[in-house]
């Protein structure tokens, strides 16, 4: 968990209900360590490839066209099998500025890169392979380690984790495809400046792509695919320059969770912006969940408990309950309650430097503040389109969540309360009606849960088809990931339905 510090004055307590999310035990704690800077090697490439400065970008755009890299570093290939038997040897062997270049075949391992500054490629997305027989952890984890991009090839059927990185800064993870994996898909905690793009996550326990504990995190995801999981995309206590965007998320029990807990440091969640995702069918029952999937069940994209987001310009559709709903979110047994409004500006690395307390502090209310919901397009929803909600006498004096969110110019039928966009519209007076006349009550979130699914239900939901690959991995160059560039919103429309 680490250690982190705030004021018991700052919990609120609530009456003790089973809403509490369950997490991987323990929190990877962040390591200083020694940094080399290869010098002379960084001088020598730049005199060969006449580069200008650090923050060129290819030229070729065979790095991720929403990255920002620099030729700097771009050192000799190493290649698997033909250099060593195995990518932990390969890895092992490098330097900063290498390439583990990989070639078809299935490779029974789990591989941990502690080498800064290299990349990891298949040649053929589709055909190397990482495989953990279920029995294997994790497939490939980065640990407190910078600038390691992992990139075309797949990775299935690890107890754990597809690829994971802790406590890193600079990191990409590209045509990567991840599926039934035993908890998450591309997994990011504690870490920064970080791409997850052109990537398919499949049949995880848990989340397809998880960011987590970071703040600011300067994180973009571009691109994936989510489907068959617990949830697509989750994302507890963290926020700030964060990103998912023109990203397809289906077939889950929940779309998108971006929620908050003191089961992980740097609390809450805050500020993620959702911005031209398509978001439809997240109704799946007979596959892998955990237990905020199963209270969040039939939802496309539900803000638990969360601060300051985004969610705008989305095409959600076709939810057995709601397609877009911003609730509060009660967790049993908190370590801590929600820190002061003047500390929700601080960057994670200082307040994880803290200390927390040493014993539960009992029920906690994270309420969700803040939000924005603007231009989706949002229909076929079982319960409502867009709901502000609340849980029905749980604790005297529970204020209705929705305070201080607003809808505008949604395209929807049915919200909760009825004409909510006129009661709480953005950037302009309401009608001053009261929210809690028709307003959503999630209690049947907790008490009309589906049944729990086998808890290895993810060994066997749908293997996904062929996926595209990296252009031209055999010869593209690897140059050093520095900082994604952030998307352009504005130019991000409410996508089309795609065709069945």
Known sequence: MGDRVVPRSHVVTAANLSMAGAKPDGNPVRRLGVRLVVVVLAVVVLSLVGCSGDGDAPKDGSASSASTASPVGSGPVIRVPQDHPTVQEAVDSARPGDMVLIAPGTYEESVDVEVPDITIRGVDRNQVIFDGGFKLENGIRVLDTDGVVVENLTVRNYTGNGVFWTGSDRYRGSYLTVYRNGDYGIYALDSYHGMIDNSLGSGNKESAVYVGQCFPCDTVVDGVVGEYNGVGYSGTNSGGDLYIVNSTFRFNRVGLLPTSGSYELCYPGRSTVIVGNIVHDNNYRDGPGFRDAYVNQGNGIVVFGSLDNRVERNLVYDHDRTGISVLPYLERDATDGPPPAADLERPCREVTEESIPEEPVGPVVWDATGNRIIANRVFGSGIVDLAVGYERDPMPGLALSGAGNCFSDNDVTLTAPPALQEIIPCDRPGNGADLSEGGMDFGP????????????????????????????????????????????????VVPDRPAE
Request: net charge positive; charged share 25%.
């Open 445 to 492: 979130f907790v008490s009309d849960q589906p049944p729990r699914a086998d808890p290895n239900a993810y060994r066997s939901t749908p293997v996904p088809g062929p996926q595209p690959n990296m252009p031209d991995a055999r010869s593209a160059p690897h140059p050093r990931f520095t900082r994604p560039v952030r998307p352009d919103l504005d130019a991000i």
